[in-house]
């Protein structure tokens, strides 16, 4: 079982759309990150949180330490939203900031 | 403020053969990763650098990978020989400190395609 899970693997909708993506962990971890990478590999970090819920222009993460789960929401989802969506947890019990790595969700958003 | 470069963006070669992959991480920043992604999966660390220091290296196939970064700024990262499975996006990243949870900064990738 991989450290990192995250649902669904892939995801279309219809512009306009409310989008969830879910990601569960089961290491202790020091912060969860929201990864986006288009085609071509690079990857932007979106959201870096260790409690509660972050929130920039139509993306809103959220996290809950207790059940080890956190979400990516995206509002009135947009084709150029299509991408790669990745969970990455900063583990307590790893060195430094070393990433352990869901698989991502590959999101389409169709016009 | 520039981003990470990486090249080259692609690289094609043949099983057996050697190849390398360059890294400019974002200026000042001490810390340094190399990721491999094979498709559909998410990111493996596979080295990750303080200044010129290797800090992780457990998951670096070390028969055949190696790494460095010398003056504790870019960095090569070198496969020989290539194996087929070794066919991934080879991610590179940096951060200004690695410190537990902070943000990491990532190239556009190199592409390589063995056949």
């Known amino acids: 079982k991989n450290e990192v899970e995250q649902s669904p693997q892939n995801l279309t909708a219809q512009e306009g759309e409310f989008i969830t993506i879910n990601c569960s962990y089961s290491v202790g971890i020091s912060a969860l990150h929201w990864l986006q990478q288009h085609p071509g590999g690079g990857i932007v970090s979106l959201f870096m949180l260790s409690s509660g819920k972050k929130k920039h222009g139509r993306l809103i993460a959220t996290i809950n330490i207790q059940e080890k789960h956190s979400s990516l929401h995206i509002t009135a989802s947009h084709p150029r939203d299509s991408a790669v969506y990745i969970c990455a947890v900063s583990s307590e019990e790893t060195s430094g900031s070393r990433l352990t790595f869901g698989e991502g969700t590959q999101l389409t958003v169709n016009p | 403020e520039a981003g990470v470069a990486q090249s080259p963006r692609y690289k094609i070669i043949e099983k057996r053969q050697s190849v390398a992959f360059w890294c400019n991480p974002i200026?000042?920043?001490?810390?340094l990763y190399w990721y491999q992604q094979i498709l559909g999966q998410g990111p493996k660390l596979l080295i990750q650098?303080?200044?010129?220091?290797?800090?992780?290296d457990s998951q670096l196939p070390k028969d055949r990978f190696s790494a460095e970064r010398l003056k504790g700024v870019d960095s090569t990262l070198k496969i020989q020989p290539a194996k087929l499975e070794d066919s991934a996006v080879y991610l590179c990243?940096?951060?200004?400190?690695?410190?537990?949870?902070?943000?990491?900064?990532f190239g556009p990738g190199t592409r390589l395609l063995v056949l």
């Open positions: 200026s000042g920043h001490a810390t």
């Open positions: 650098f303080q200044n010129n220091g290797v800090v992780d």
């Open positions: 990243a940096s951060s200004p400190r690695g410190g537990m949870g902070e943000t990491q900064y």
